[in-house]
Structures are given as structure tokens and as C-alpha cells.
């Protein structure tokens, strides 16, 4: 056999091996194919387990928070009441009064002075008045028997009446003279934290002057503006008197250690805003450790506000699809089928469904990221807790976060123990 024959009789041997092999291979990757295939067949074929409730009607706490602007409506303005020389200030701005504390001194000599001669003018009007009087009575026993005039008897008479009547006059000028005199100390209306003073010492103030502010912080008020479904279900609640609503009142951005108010709602408004389709509100707190101020935007929140007879699901259970906001929803072969529904108040980890949903559906409560139309589902009951169950996925996603941490870890110290094996 020559070289040409031989080359030829081996190439057709070694392509006959090479044919073989390849056979073998895609025998080998057909038959791990159909394994994973009828694997991952089997697997969804097993149902997944999720957390199912039962609608039914329910009352649920709100407890809704709205903005508000606090205010004081005993913040009183101190004016000055007669004009003078504003002579002396008695108190430090900023600090706390009491009413009928001595804030300001107004030239009280001028008004003494005044209060003196109204004195002094009611006596004499005193002293006329008797010898008026005197004058009259003598007159009448001399028109009795006939010494005197008629005419000069009735003069007498109505002389001795107008100096009566000056006495009542002068008795109204030194009250009003007393008025003034009083009106040169000026003290503190009501009971609060004093302002800085509008007026220096030294300065002529005239009757209207305004002096300094005072604001009591021992009590605030704070109004807000409740949407009209609120003040429905607050006014309805109101009336029924064993309804336990109070109000809560917390300053945004506040340090966690201050201590947040409580209060009651004072007054609730009955009309509603047509711009704002909003009904006026104003709760009263007690403020004793003089935390917050009039003016100081804050929130205020109802706590006991209730939605009656409503259909709920934990928030968790509402994803956003294509449509809209929807839930899954199980049908009598536990399969799932995704349900549109318009969403109403938030109410903590509920949220109230007002549309699309009806007494008796079952709605999965689980983390829904695991969950997609036409699954095979194993239910179990949901326990009640949406706090609970809301919280899971945030647990998990901050393990999972963990964990991943730890692996970048991991994997960055090994590079660099291979990168420093490698430089030795």
C-alpha cells in the first residue's frame, strides 16, 4: 500500500471517530435538556405558598395627619391708655408674667394732680349744694305766709336742684379723673411671655400707643383643614359621645426626644369650602413646658378617627400594573387572577379599596413580587397583622443587602490576597 492509499484508508477512520463523538455530545446535551425541562416542568407545577384573607367588611382606624399653623387666641396688645411721659419699664422681655404684673409707669403726677382738683371741685359742688338747699327751704316757709314772691320761691328751688346735679357731676369727673390715674400704671391684661417693649422709656406715648405684646403658651390652638370624607366620618363620630378622638399634635423635623401634645378637637366647621371642598377645624393643646409657638407650622393628627364598614387590604397586597393599582385575587382552584381596583384613605399598613373588590374574594397578602397571573397558589390564613406582614419584604430585602455586603467582602479580600501572592 503506497502513501496515498494509507493517507486516504486512516482519514476515513479518524472522520468516522470524529462523527461519533459529536453524536455522543448531543445525546449527552438532548438528555440534560429534557431533564431541566421536565425539572423546571415540575416545579411549576408545585403550588407557591402565599398568605390569603377572606373580604369582609370592617371599621379602620385612620389616624390621619393633616398641616396646621399653630395660634393663641388670648395673645393680648398692651396700649396705652392716656397720653404722658413714658417715665419707667418694669419687666425683662422675654420673661414670663402674670396678670396684673406692673409693666409700664406713665407720668402718674399730672393725673394725682387732676384726681386733686376733682376732689376739690366736689366739695364745693357739696358746700353750694346745701346752701342751695338751705335758700329753698326758706323760700317755701316765706311763700307760706305770704313775704315772698311765688317767682323768686320757684327760683329758689330749681337753683337748689341744678347744684344737686352739679354734686352727681363732679362725683363722674373725679371717677373718670381716678380712670386716668389708674391708666398711668400699666399692668399685664392676662398671664404669658412678654415681648420686646414697642416704646423707649423716656418717650411721650398717646392714648392708642401700643407697648408690647403678651402670649400666653400655656395653651395653643392649631387649625388645619379636613377633607370633606374626614369631616363627615369626625362630625359623625362627634356626635356619638362615647367616641374616644384626640388629637396629636408634632412638629415636622422635631428631635425625637421632644415630647409631642395632645389635645381634643374644639371646633368643627359647618360649611364647606367650595374651592377647596375642605371643612375648617381647630384642636386646642396644652402646652406647659412652652415647647411650641403661635405661628409654627405643624401637623395634627387624629388619633380614633374611624372608617365603618369598609373593605381593607394590608398595602403590600396593592401593586401597580398597567391598568392601574390591582390586587391577585384567587378563584375556587387557587389560581390567580389580577383584579383592578380603585384605592381610597391610607389608614397605617391598610389601605381602604372603595371600588373592585366585594364581600367574600380571597386576595393574596403576601409580597406580590414572587406572584403573577395563573399561578398555582397554596394558601394559608392571613393572621390579621398588616404591620407584620408589611414588614417582611423590608426584612428580607435588608438580609439580602447584608448578605450581598458580606460577599463584595469576601470577594475583595481574596483579590487582594491573590494580588499579593502574585507580587511575591
Known amino acids: 500500500m503506497n502513501f496515498r492509499q494509507m493517507q486516504g484508508h486512516y482519514g476515513h477512520r479518524w472522520l468516522w471517530v470524529l462523527v461519533m463523538v459529536l453524536l455522543l455530545l448531543a445525546g449527552n446535551s438532548s438528555a440534560q435538556d429534557q431533564d431541566k425541562s421536565s425539572s423546571d416542568h415540575d416545579e411549576q407545577k408545585s403550588p407557591t405558598p402565599a398568605a390569603v384573607m377572606s373580604m369582609q367588611r370592617r371599621d379602620i382606624k385612620l389616624d390621619k395627619s393633616y398641616p396646621a399653623k399653630l395660634r393663641n387666641n388670648r395673645t393680648a396688645t398692651v396700649i396705652a391708655r392716656v397720653r404722658g411721659l413714658l417715665e419707667s419699664q418694669h419687666f ?8 396684673g404684673d406692673s409693666l409700664y409707669t406713665i407720668e402718674p403726677d399730672v393725673y394725682q394732680a387732676t384726681v386733686n382738683e376733682r376732689k376739690a ?26 313775704a315772698t314772691s311765688e317767682q323768686n320761691a320757684e327760683k329758689k328751688i330749681a337753683q337748689s336742684r341744678v347744684d344737686k346735679a352739679a354734686i352727681a357731676q363732679a362725683k363722674a369727673a373725679l371717677a373718670s379723673a381716678k ?30 400707643t401700643t407697648l408690647v405684646t403678651i402670649t400666653p403658651l400655656v395653651t395653643l390652638e392649631a ?48 360649611s364647606v369650602n367650595r374651592e377647596t ?18 405661628g409654627q407650622f405643624v401637623r395634627v393628627q387624629l388619633k380614633g378617627l374611624k372608617r365603618y364598614n369598609v373593605l381593607a387590604v394590608p398595602e403590600i397586597a ?47 397578602v403576601s409580597d406580590p413580587g414572587a406572584i403573577d397571573a395563573g399561578m398555582q397558589i397554596k394558601p394559608h390564613e392571613f393572621n390579621g397583622n398588616a404591620q407584620e406582614i ?23 479580600a481574596a483579590n487582594n490576597n491573590t494580588q499579593a501572592s502574585g507580587d511575591q
Not at 389708674?182 to 411721650?204: C, E, F, K, M, R
Open 318 to 364: 396593592v401593586t401597580q400594573g398597567l391598568m392601574g393599582p390591582r390586587v391577585f385575587t384567587l378563584d375556587q382552584d387557587n389560581v390567580t387572577h389580577a383584579t383592578n381596583v380603585t384605592l381610597g384613605a391610607e389608614a397605617g399598613p391598610w389601605v381602604i379599596i372603595s371600588d373592585g373588590l366585594e364581600t367574600g374574594d380571597r386576595v393574596i
Open 121 to 146: 371741685n366736689l366739695k364745693s359742688a357739696k358746700a353750694k349744694a346745701k346752701q342751695s338747699q338751705q335758700n329753698a327751704e326758706r323760700a317755701k316757709k316765706l311763700l307760706q305766709k305770704n
Open 92 to 99: 425683662r422681655p422675654g420673661e414670663q408674667v402674670d396678670k
Open 390 to 412: 408589611s414588614a417582611q419584604p423590608k426584612q428580607h430585602a435588608s438580609e439580602q443587602s447584608g448578605q450581598s455586603d458580606n460577599n463584595d467582602a469576601a470577594d475583595s
Open 223 to 270: 387649625r388645619f383643614e379636613l377633607p370633606l370624607a374626614d369631616a363627615f366620618e369626625l362630625r359623625r363620630q362627634r356626635q356619638n359621645h362615647n367616641a374616644d378622638i384626640t388629637a396629636l399634635l408634632q412638629l415636622p423635623n422635631l428631635d425625637r426626644g421632644a415630647t409631642a401634645l395632645k389635645g381634643n378637637i374644639d371646633f368643627l366647621g359647618s
Open 277 to 294: 371642598s375642605t371643612v375648617d377645624a381647630e384642636a386646642v393643646f396644652d402646652n406647659n413646658n412652652h415647647l411650641y409657638l403661635p
Open 179 to 208: 380712670i386716668d390715674l389708674d391708666y398711668t400704671h400699666v399692668t399685664a391684661p392676662v398671664t404669658g411671655q412678654i415681648g420686646l417693649s414697642q416704646v423707649n422709656v423716656g418717650n411721650v406715648v398717646d392714648s392708642g
